[in-house]
């Protein structure tokens, strides 16, 4: 098989990304755009509007939402033709004891990180099937398998993540689609800005702790979520890669 690593590596695919309008997922979009994807980039941001040019159509949507995941999925087939690749990335954090979380804190943590990609993984799916083709990347994050006090919902979340990815995986690959997943490490973005005062500084510092002793940047995400989106990753099925920078492998 001829190994692509060029400009044109996703040349003439389509994909939809969720949770673009910043961070990981951002930055992701305009890796898939440079490498010569269309994109539908999708957020309950606003500011994924600044993302629109041409190549990459924003969707101001919120992925919780059963109309979202249809109307992301209808807009790839309607401006672009046909869906390639799903990138299920919004997501979002909170900081809690169990004791101190609301049902309400919960269902919205679940709902996001677990539930949206659910939806939006059915629906891509749908449209990848009859093709026999297509790539789904969910992100994950140390928490697909690690805890620490005060992360319950946001580590369950991650955990629904994994377990998805593991049985769609086996579910789609009959199919010709590939499912796997990408846990993340520190990454220097805005997830943290309602939790700490400065998130991203927070997010630098506690980078600092993983053997490679640095926080990643958002582009370094997008890589992985790139590989495992492309032909290169034929033979990855169901795989939650870490790109950690070594934390989940050190002992304290
Ligand atoms: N930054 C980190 O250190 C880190 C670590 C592990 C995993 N992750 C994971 O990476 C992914 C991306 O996070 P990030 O760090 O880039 O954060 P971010 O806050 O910069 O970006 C997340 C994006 O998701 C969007 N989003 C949130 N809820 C949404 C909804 N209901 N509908 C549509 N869009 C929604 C936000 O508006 C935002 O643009 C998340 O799944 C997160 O759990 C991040």
């Not at 992925?63 to 309607?78: F, G, K, N, Y």
């Not at 309400?104 to 677990?114: D, F, G």
């Not at 789904?136 to 369950?156: D, K, L, R």
Request: net charge negative; proline share 3%; aromatic share 4%.
């Amino acid at each position: 098989m001829a190994t692509q690593t060029s400009s044109s590596e996703l040349a003439g695919k389509v994909a939809i990304v969720t949770g673009a309008a910043s961070g990981i997922g951002r930055a992701t979009a305009e890796l898939f755009h440079a490498r010569g994807a269309s994109v539908i980039a999708e957020d309950r941001n606003p500011q994924v509007e600044d993302l629109a040019r041409d190549g990459i159509v924003p969707l101001i949507a919120d992925v919780t939402r059963e109309d979202a995941a249809r109307e992301a999925v209808a807009l790839a087939v309607d401006r672009f033709g046909r869906l390639d690749i799903l990138v299920n990335n919004a997501g979002i954090i909170m900081n809690k004891l169990v004791v101190d979380t609301t049902l309400e804190e919960w269902n919205a943590i679940l709902a996001v990180n677990a539930t949206g990609a659910f939806l939006h993984a059915r629906e891509a799916m749908r449209a990848m099937t009859p093709q026999g083709s297509g790539a789904i990347v969910n992100v994950g994050s140390y928490a697909c398998f690690q805890a620490f006090p005060t992360i319950a919902a946001y580590a369950a979340s991650k955990g629904a993540l994994a377990q998805l990815t593991r049985t769609l995986a086996l579910e789609a690959i009959g199919h010709g689609i590939r499912v796997n997943a990408v846990g993340s490490g520190d990454v220097v973005t805005n997830i943290l800005d309602g939790v700490h005062t400065d998130g991203a500084a927070f997010l630098a510092k506690h980078g600092e702790n993983a053997p490679i002793r640095r926080a990643a940047q958002p582009e370094e995400l997008a890589e992985v979520i790139a590989f495992l989106a492309s032909d290169r990753a034929s033979y990855m099925v169901g795989a939650v890669v870490m790109a950690d920078g070594g934390m989940s492998v050190a002992l304290p």
